[in-house]
């Protein structure tokens, strides 16, 4: 089925002719008895290795399986932040391969992702904060990569409702500002892979749950069983996010990772008051302002591992007690709504990305609580891996072998806390 | 909130608790002997399970001593809390 391309035209002439004209963006696929190649999970990650695999590597016999709806998971549960300010050279190359992605992605997808670089500002509150943040600046300096330090008057400059008052709890010290950094409307990159890949012969699979993975006397992957029959496949690739650990298990691959409860909330909608991201890693503070006026604000993990999609109160609690403090202003805001989602933590807290032990079966986990931001480039380049059969260089580094070598990326140390 | 059942003091509140991952990992008997695989399993690899899962917490604003628990990480339901060196109790 051709894709319906859409533009400002096209919009006027359907709205013209009283919207009869619009079709479903994807297809409700069945499941085919074999695929050149399957991912596992149908999340933003998922779905945009299926659109590189079919649109840059001409693997069109393929399949994205979901147990859920796409989107369902933390493509559409989190905070929408999107950066490339890390401190290792391996991750700035990454995230920035993503960040440059996402600033032609509405173009490239046909779909409106509402990518919007409005700045994301990282708080420092005390001393440590500030040689952190700093050495942070000069490293994505030294890889080209725009990040600048802020007094706290110009950080108040570029975000008015901040409070640079010196007698809260944690005062602002500086900041270290990404102006190429931002935010996109997560539902929307979901879908628009979604429906790039579609057009590209993908079957999106949904309600789909893997419950096995089969493998031959060599080894080797060649199906998997499913809640909607067997599905036969010499290259799988499992995006499954917080279930990364239950799905490679049926494959015998234990994984480093941990799954933990990451919550976020939403305020009651509000004028425009809010013109960037602010974010502090040190009080667990993470916030912006939808297009829809909401305040979107994200909290901290829960202390425990979990499968549960949600999380305690307290943490909530702890995140708006440092959000109230920060901006005085939204002191009487209500909210709207919060939930959680899990999320696969590596001990190094950057993910793995690219062959396993197991011939055929290729992994993309471990984004801990920041994988949205990488979601074009992550795909990309898993794409050329589940492609090449190797590594691509980006990704080269992000193996699983890193923690039997000891090469590890160490952004958990660079960082402190969750990102 | 969760409420946990310190095998010392009874149920407490989450807040008086530090969770410390995984139970029952036991440091290898002879490191020397170790390859760099088995370290990065003993270090790193964790089962993660989804359903009964075996872990330390520490009553760190309470006794402050650690034990284990039997919680299902499905529904964060505790099956049960045991002293350290107990073993794990069916399930």
Known sequence: MKRQSWSGLSLLWRSISRHRSWREQWRQAQPKPAY???????????LGTAYYL?????????????????????????????????LFDESIRLYDHALKLWERLSQELNYNVMFSPRGVMMLAHTVHDAQVLKRHVHANRCNGVDNEWLTPTEAKAFCPPLNIGADIRYPVMGAALQRRGGTAR????????????????????????VTGIRRGATGTVEALETTRGLIRSSRIGVVAA??????????GVQLPLESFPLQALVSEPVKAVFPCVVMSNSIHAYISQSDRGELVIGAGTDAYTSYTQRGALHVNMHTLEAICELFPSFR?????????????????????????PVPGLYVNCGWGTGGFKATPGSAQVFAWTMAHDEPHPINAPFTLERFRDGALIDEAAAAAVAH | MLLID???????????????????????????????????????????PSGLHAERWRHAHGCGRFFNALRDTTTDQFAATYKIGDRRPAG
């Open chain 1, 242 to 251: 917080g279930n990364s650990s239950v799905v490679m298990q049926m494959a």
């Open chain 2, 6 to 48: 310190c095998p010392w003091c009874g149920k407490r509140p989450e807040l008086e608790f530090a969770y410390g991952g995984q139970a029952h990992l036991v440091r290898p008997s002879r490191p020397a002997e170790l390859g760099d695989q088995q370290w990065a399993d003993y270090l790193y690899v964790r089962r993660n």
């Open chain 1, 36 to 46: 050149d190649a399957v991912i596992i999970g149908g999340g933003g990650h998922g």
């Open chain 1, 186 to 209: 997560h539902d929307a990159v979901a879908w628009g892979y979604a429906r790039a890949a579609d057009a590209q012969g993908v079957d999106i699979i949904e309600n789909c749950e």
């Open chain 1, 332 to 356: 009487r805001l209500r909210m709207l709504r919060n939930w959680g989602g899990i999320v696969d933590v590596t001990p190094d807290r950057s993910p793995i990305i690219g062959k396993t």
């Open chain 1, 54 to 86: 079919a649109a840059e590597h001409g693997l069109t016999n393929i399949a994205v399986v979901e147990k859920g709806w796409i989107g369902g998971g933390n493509t559409g549960r989190n905070t929408t932040i999107i950066r490339s300010n890390y």
